[in-house]
């Protein structure tokens, strides 16, 4: 009798999930910063330097965006490479998750913080004692190789270069076409055909802005992926994940003058989008990595939701009376 | 997994009205009926509150356009044949104020011509290109070039609306329009005020018209009546009756001898036609422009010595074929004048040729009536601002600068008159200083006519006219501001209103409805007493009516607020979800994006950018979705929506202002406005697929059953095969390839019975099936199953309702098929593809408000659907080939199903046309509540509450565009872009607002009740 079609007839249950319970469980954690001290201080200098040499290679990308935004490749993957080498901690030296923790959306905000909260305090408090304090908040099977890097906050240097390398490498195959498509049907140009290069090098800064940190910290992990895709990594205090919502949105408002009249030679795509995602990257960053706001939180996307019973309150009034008598006989 | 549901037969049967009154003993039968006559009463005050909303908006919108649209007053005063303008008795016999040249004149009006269409191509370009409106209608210019003495071609440059009705004033009355003209383009109306055809009818001239019968209703009684032949005007598919008519008729009066008439004036439309149906660059223009060479040619060879002969455009057209607005296209039309006798000069020695472009020496259409008079010896009309063209007056040879100069004089005193008269009837406002530059130009001209240097008087003279018509041009956007700030106050109080009593108050706002609109009624009645009695005692700041109607809209909507805030506030926190911040977002920037014409101009993209953003948002709100089906079923939603949003962006019709850098795809080619063969590949593809895919939505919840199979599967597809057969026809008629086989009438009377047949399919059939139909459901009975526990019961027969998940949405479904199919109908193949994707995204919407849990109901009254509806329905407005423009109103569409203009069809047509997008996106607004909405215990209760709620937010979106796109256009009212940009748009935004308002009272409301009753009768009230 159970075909696949007939569930569907099932009649609704009276009492729908609420909005949360609706929802899947994001796994992830939020990336902490090194605790060393050249950590926290470099993050900060990373942040300048990204957007100082932005500034600097402006009249560049504006004369000829093709090129210019080739060349700035090198730096900015070498600077997201260090970035990443020096502040964060790379895939599998840190818990990034919780495997299958049941941790909803209403609870997430707050264990993930927990965790973190520990790790920082434990960072500050005594410099490279952090990773036993680390070990002990970890659930035993999350810390692989975590004990035998022991050592500096991240592991030896270069336990940390290859995984740049390789999230380098990543980065530069894996996310751009999707972002490329992303950036074409929010109306990036198709015509003239000889733009849609120009298209993919943007997509291809907004993947080493916003994803080669999450390559590193999280590799690839799916359920970490799927949280990206669903947008809902927690904010961090490294600025990672603020960095890369920061990055999508500032492109979409820098596309908005574009449009404008005023026949500027920079309002030629796709500079001014270029600009949008460095400096939402950067605020996304000091928000977070800076003045330490919202570290912890994820994106809600739920619908608001009214309490129940405010829809069954009823006035006196007119046919108002008619409506709570029946409703009292039903 | 079977829904065991016990239908008892009471159930079952549900009777409304008196008869079951008596006989109704059981109680649930009284229920029934209770909530019935509930669900009506709630309908109807729904409605009322709705109509009311509309009334305000309706009022907001008058005030503002009372002080917004510009008026021009109308002096009475007539120019006297013996009087000169400056009081002195004419002393001339040989005419009235200036001897004349010409005892007769033939005028010809070629509808549309533009100056280009006269010129060689090779003296514009270097390498001429192709194309079928160049090179056509060699003749004005060659006469021009090589015997200057007797033609002059020049270009000839109308004040806009370039719409016929008000050039034709223009052109005879010497006046510049105002723009609250331009709505009686479908209904002219007689010219009051002195204008060159009263004053040849006083002069006892016989005046012939022929052609355009709009001449007819601005001059009734003026002309011939035997040898005057007049022909429909609006027929636009036609290019040949009302020429033919002129040629066969012109010629025989021609031949005359002696002639009986003084001055014919012929009007020509096929040029403006074929612009029309086809767009410039057609083998049908280049067939008609050819023609009106030969005809001009023949007519020179018949005039005699003592004839004038005028031809010109009374404005061009767009790059389309259409016109009516102020694009350099539209406003550049040619004037070519020809004497058998050598009569006309040269205003400057130097230059031989006629101007190469439109830019270069040119005349406004004002000065046609000036030199008209003159060179027929008649006194210049009243009211004229115009000047006289030189070139007609300078003589043959070397320039006549002392005959101009006197000619000059003329004009000169007639417009100075003029200007005293109109500053005594209403005060101007300027102060002196706006009057020096005309005092020192008219000083210098006197001093340098006394003088004898009549060349520099000339100079003189042409500068102070032109400094004139420029004030006048400042003074007649003349904007009352009271007018305007009370309609900016209506609209915004109303819109606080709508937005305070939709999104912020809580609790059921259907059984809200009585006592609100008692307030609003109250206040209605208490602010129309106070304001009609201000109007009564301070005369001077408000008058009766206004008064009256201010006051009582302002009070009402102040009222209802108040009431409803007062018993509505609830405490909880209104800050939005991140779904409500995001529609917010939309909303305000777009609102605010209108202050510049950018945006404005770039609104079609602006909102594909939004669309997208919306489609990624829910495709990431998918990805967490627990259930799979959920998440597999959104997500695919939404990436289907995001690639249906930019598929549907590849058609475009660009407005002027978007070039360069936009392709227009909508027609075969930019110039052009008829479609390509293979664009015949659309309507048949839409036929073939879109009933596919509605039913595929239908199928997810098994519910393609009862009507909808007939309805959809059938009814539907054979009504857009018929669409598809239509246009197919139409293309074959554009491209002439059944020439041969089928005369031109053949075709158009198969087409406008495939079109009635088209729209009998969506409307009666439409109607009757919505309104008659059972619910979409599927009801089986199987065999009753041997009980499993043994418990002893008998077994029971099993019910399995098929199609139960989506009982409302699948019923009101039926009806979104009827108004595709006819706006499908009026809309080109490449409209049909928008409205397609259109439907498809539409039910894609809903499936991810369901499976994101967006929809409305009791839990929560997200505004993100009703939101996006209204993204959609205006992003599919420019995706039907429109813009905010008003020459991209295709007017074609009003002879699809019609052969001529019929009030009230042929405006209907057009509306449907043009705003068919978003009527249908208003009208599948209810869907957002009723889509799968479950079906229970709580049967219809709290079901007017979400479909108010979404109603009302959808009309938010588009009275906020309105409030904005007003308060920019009255902000920006001495902008440049004003009549090009902003006030189109404002236009069109308040169009749209009123539109939808009444869709949702027609449509949505009206729908919902009968959805409500029809699954009621099966599930319970």
């Not at chain 1, 908005?256 to 949008?276: H, I, N, S, Y």
């Not at chain 2, 079928?132 to 007797?150: G, I």
């Not at chain 2, 906020?960 to 090009?980: K, S």
Request: charged letters at 15%.
């Amino acid at each position: 009798m159970s075909s696949p079609s007939i569930t569907h007839l099932l009649p609704p249950t009276p009492v729908q999930p609420a909005a949360s319970a609706r929802l899947l469980t994001p796994t992830t954690q939020p990336i902490p910063l090194l605790p060393s001290h050249l950590a926290k201080r470099y993050s900060y200098f990373h942040t300048l330097l990204v957007v100082i040499y932005y500034y600097f290679r402006a009249s560049a990308l504006v004369a000829d965006p093709y090129t210019a935004m080739f060349l700035d490749l090198g730096f900015v993957s070498l600077a997201q490479g260090v970035f990443c080498a020096v502040c964060l901690p790379s895939a599998g030296s840190w818990v990034s998750g919780t495997a299958g923790g049941k941790i909803n959306e209403s609870t997430g905000a707050v264990a993930p913080l927990k965790t973190f909260k520990g790790a920082k305090t434990g960072g500050n408090l005594s410099g490279s004692g952090s990773s036993s304090l680390r070990k002990k908040i970890a659930p035993p099977s999350a810390v692989k190789g975590g004990s035998t890097k022991g050592e500096g906050a991240g592991g030896s240097w270069k336990g940390r270069v290859t995984p740049a390398l390789f999230s380098l490498i990543l980065t530069l195959t894996l996310p751009p076409l999707p972002l490329t498509l992303i950036a074409l049907v929010l109306g990036a140009p198709l015509y003239p055909t000889s733009l849609l290069p120009c298209t993919l090098l943007l997509a291809t800064h907004v993947a080493l802005l916003g994803f080669l940190p999450i390559f590193y910290t999280h590799g690839v992990s799916s359920s970490a992926w799927r949280d990206v895709a669903a947008a809902w990594l927690p904010f961090d205090e490294s600025g990672v994940w603020a960095g890369t919502v920061g990055a999508l949105v500032g492109g979409w408002i820098g596309a908005v003058p574009m449009a404008l009249d005023w026949d500027r030679e920079w309002q030629k795509w796709p500079c001014t989008v270029l600009w949008g995602v460095v400096l939402g990257w950067a605020v996304g960053r000091l928000v977070t990595n800076v003045a330490r706001l919202g570290i912890g939180r994820r994106i809600n996307l739920s619908e608001k939701e009214e309490e129940p019973g405010a829809g069954t309150e009823v006035l006196a009034a007119g046919p108002v009376k008619t409506l709570s008598e029946t409703k009292k006989s039903k | 997994m079977v829904d065991r549901i016990g239908l008892s037969p009471e159930a079952s049967r549900a009777e409304d009205g008196l008869g079951s009154l008596e006989k109704s003993a059981a109680t649930t039968e009284e229920h029934q009926r209770q909530n019935i006559i509930r669900f009506k009463v709630t309908h109807v005050l729904l409605t009322v509150l709705l109509l009311w909303l509309t009334a305000v908006h309706v009022v907001g919108i008058l005030f503002f356009a009372k002080g917004f649209l510009l008026t021009r007053l109308v002096l009475d005063n007539r120019s006297e044949c013996g009087v000169l303008p400056d009081g002195q008795p004419s002393q001339i016999s040989n005419g009235c104020w200036h001897p004349k040249t010409f005892d007769r004149a033939v005028i010809l009006i070629i509808d549309a011509l533009r100056y280009d269409f006269t010129i060689p191509s090779r003296r514009v370009f270097e390498q001429p290109p192709q194309k079928y409106y160049l090179d056509n209608l060699p003749l004005l210019h060659e006469t021009a070039v090589s015997h200057p003495d007797h033609a002059i071609l020049l270009p000839f440059i109308a004040d806009p609306p370039t719409s016929t009705l008000q050039r034709l004033k223009g052109l005879t009355t010497g006046t510049l329009p105002t723009f609250i003209d331009i709505g009686s383009n479908f209904a002219g109306t007689a010219i009051e005020e002195d204008n060159i055809v009263s004053q040849l009818k006083n002069a006892g001239k016989t005046i012939v018209h022929l052609g355009d019968d709009t001449w007819h209703s601005l001059f009734p009684g003026y002309f011939d009546p035997n040898m005057t032949h007049s022909y429909d005007s609006f027929n636009v598919w036609d290019l040949h009756t009302v020429d033919n008519g002129v040629i066969e008729h012109i010629m025989p009066l021609l031949d005359q001898s002696p002639q009986q008439w003084d001055v014919i004036f012929g009007h020509f439309l096929g040029v403006d036609h074929a612009g029309h149906r086809f767009g410039p660059d057609h083998p049908a223009m280049a067939e008609k422009l050819r023609q009106m060479n030969d005809v001009l040619q023949e007519i020179m060879h018949k005039l005699d010595d003592d004839t004038l002969l005028v031809v010109m455009g009374d404005h061009g057209m767009d790059t389309k074929g259409d016109h009516g607005g102020e694009s350099d296209e539209e406003v550049e039309a040619a004037l070519w004048m020809y004497s058998k006798q050598p009569r006309f000069g040269k205003a400057e020695t130097a230059v031989l040729l006629p101007p190469a472009t439109a830019k270069e020496r040119p005349v406004g259409q004002i000065d046609l009536v000036s030199t008209l008079s003159i060179l027929l010896g008649l006194p210049i009309p009243f009211n004229n601002l115009g000047k006289p063209i030189a070139e007609a007056f300078t003589g043959p040879g070397s320039p006549d600068w002392k005959t101009l100069a006197r000619v000059d004089r003329l004009a000169q005193s007639q417009i100075a008159r003029y200007q005293e008269h109109y500053s005594r009837s209403r005060d101007l406002g300027l102060d002196d200083n706006a009057y020096r530059d005309q005092r020192t130009y008219l000083a210098l001209s006197v001093e340098s006519a006394a003088d004898g240097r009549w060349e520099d008087a000339h100079h003189a003279y042409v500068n102070w006219h032109n400094e004139v018509i420029s004030m006048y041009r400042r003074l007649w956007a003349n904007f009352n501001v009271e007018d305007m700030i009370c309609g900016i106050t209506i609209s915004g109080l109303a819109l606080g209103f709508v937005f305070f009593f939709s999104r912020l108050s809580m609790g059921d706002k259907a059984s809200a409805a009585p006592g609100l609109l008692r307030s609003a009624g109250l206040g209605t009645v208490v602010g129309a007493a106070i304001g009609s009695a201000l109007g009564f005692l301070t005369p001077s700041s408000f008058s009766f009516l206004p008064g009256l109607v201010f006051g009582g809209t302002i009070c009402g909507v102040i009222a209802a607020t108040v009431w409803s805030f007062r018993h509505r506030l609830t405490t909880q926190s209104y800050l939005p979800s991140l779904w409500g911040w995001m529609a917010l977002v939309f909303c305000l920037t777009q609102s605010a994006g209108f202050a510049s014409n950018s945006y404005t101009i770039h609104e079609d993209t602006i909102l594909l950018f939004f669309l997208t953003t919306f489609g990624i948002l829910s495709l990431i709100s998918s990805l967490r979705q627990a259930s799979t089906a959920d998440r597999v079923l959104g997500t695919y939603q939404s990436v289907l929506f995001i690639l249906l949003t930019r598929l549907a962006s590849f058609s475009r019709l660009c407005r002027e202002e978007q070039m360069p850098g936009c392709r227009s795809t909508f027609y075969a080619s930019s110039n052009s406005s008829t479609s390509a063969p293979w664009q015949l590949l659309i309507p048949y593809s839409v036929a073939l697929l879109l009933p596919e895919i509605i039913k595929a939505f239908y199928q997810g919840t098994a519910s393609y059953a009862g009507s909808a199979g007939f309805w959809i599967g059938f009814s539907f597809r054979i009504g857009l095969l018929l669409v598809a057969a239509y246009w197919t026809i139409d293309v074959a008629d554009n491209g002439g390839w059944l020439m041969e086989r089928l005369s031109p009438t053949t075709l158009k009377t198969i087409n406008i019975t495939l079109a009635r047949s088209a729209l009998a399919i969506a409307v009666p059939v439409g109607i009757g099936t919505f309104v008659w139909a059972k619910p979409c459901i599927n009801i089986s009975i199987s065999e009753p199953r041997p009980a499993a526990d043994n418990s002893g019961k008998p077994p029971r027969p099993q019910l399995t309702i098929y199609g139960y998940a989506n009982v409302y949405g699948s019923r009101y479904l039926l009806m979104i098929p009827m108004l595709v199919l006819s706006v499908a109908l009026l809309l080109p193949p490449v409209g049909q593809f928008s409205i397609a994707i259109c439907t498809w995204q539409i039910l894609c919407l809903l499936e991810i408000l369901d499976t994101n849990g967006l929809t409305i109901s009791s839990r929560g009254s997200s505004s993100v659907g009703p939101i996006i509806l209204a993204l959609l329905g205006s992003y599919h407005f420019f995706k039907t080939g429109h813009q905010a423009t008003l020459a991209s109103i295709q007017w074609n569409s009003a002879f699809v199903p019609l052969r001529t203009i019929q009030y009230p069809w042929s405006p209907l047509l057009v509306v449907l046309n043009t705003f068919g997008a978003q009527i249908i996106c208003a009208a599948a607004v209810p869907l957002t509540v009723i889509w799968k909405r479950p079906t229970g215990k709580a049967g219809l209760r709290g079901l007017w509450n979400d479909v108010l709620n979404a109603c009302l937010a959808h009309a938010l979106y588009y009275a906020t565009i309105q409030l904005a796109t007003t308060m920019w256009a009255g902000h920006l009212r001495r902008h440049l872009m004003l009549y090009r940009v902003f006030m189109p748009r404002y236009l069109m935004a308040c169009a749209v607002l009123l539109i939808v308002d009444m869709v949702l009272v027609v449509a949505a409301l009206a729908g919902v009740r009968v959805v409500g009753l029809s699954v009621g009768e099966v599930f319970g009230y």
